[in-house]
């Protein structure tokens, strides 16, 4: 059973593409969190949301409580973007779920 | 402020061996976590903490014990290692009032042959 589910998994782009990673999930949730992992590097949290929307840089998050969907969005992609994206949530209760990860590979 | 430190970042133990991993936070969180990740498979909790001298396990938590003795600190101990174990693990923290967020340590590659 995976709470959390995302898509795609894997996703090149050619730079100054603009990206979509797409997460779903099944629990009720107080939050839910967009990380971001480089190769060989540690997870770092780029957004936190329970709703709306939140916008850091090239970097945009949105949340449908609803539909029990997010999206992060990178515009103007570039190399150094390339990571693995991670949706957690958590659901109330205070455990963590987490998405396998999308793969990002930016291409110059 | 250094957040979250893990120690060490890699290991290769023999099948039967022992080893501790250790975890440090100095954000005087409450909550501490240890994770395994492994390829195609989300972050999965092995025990976690909610508060110094408390242990509880995760999902994943055969062939792992804790110890959190002190706030700062938390301990992942491997009493005799299995090749199943061979993964990246990573420590986290987060306080206990305010935004969940959670804070992760560097992570730290074992390999059991």
């Known amino acids: 059973k995976n709470e959390v589910e995302q898509s795609p998994q894997n996703l090149t782009a050619q730079e100054g593409e603009f990206i979509t990673i797409n997460c779903s999930y099944s629990?009720?949730?107080?939050?839910l969190h967009w990380l971001q992992q480089h190769p060989g590097g540690g997870i770092v949290s780029l957004f936190m949301?329970?709703?709306g929307k939140k916008k850091h840089g090239r970097l945009i998050a949105t949340i449908n409580i609803q539909e029990k969907h997010s999206s992060l969005h990178i515009t103007a992609s570039h190399p150094r973007d390339s990571a693995v994206y991670i949706c957690a949530v958590i659901e109330w209760g205070n455990q963590f779920y987490f998405g396998t990860g999308t793969s990002l590979t930016v291409i110059p | 402020n250094a957040g979250v430190t893990q120690t060490p970042k890699f290991r290769v133990l023999k099948t039967g061996q022992s080893m501790t991993l250790l975890c440090a936070q100095d954000m005087n969180h409450e909550y501490m976590y240890w994770y395994r990740q492994d390829p195609g498979m989300g972050l999965r909790l092995i025990h976690y903490s909610v508060g110094e001298g408390t242990t509880a396990k995760g999902e994943v938590p055969d062939g792992y014990n804790v110890s959190r003795l002190k706030k700062q600190n938390f301990l992942l101990g491997l009493e005799s290692a299995a090749p199943s174990q061979t993964s990246v693990y990573f420590c986290?923290?987060?306080?206990?009032?305010?935004?969940?967020?959670?804070?992760f340590g560097s992570g730290t590659q074992l390999s059991v042959l």
């Open positions: 949301l329970s709703s």
């Open positions: 986290a923290s987060r306080p206990d009032r305010g935004p969940e967020k959670l804070f």
């Open positions: 629990v009720g949730i107080s939050a």
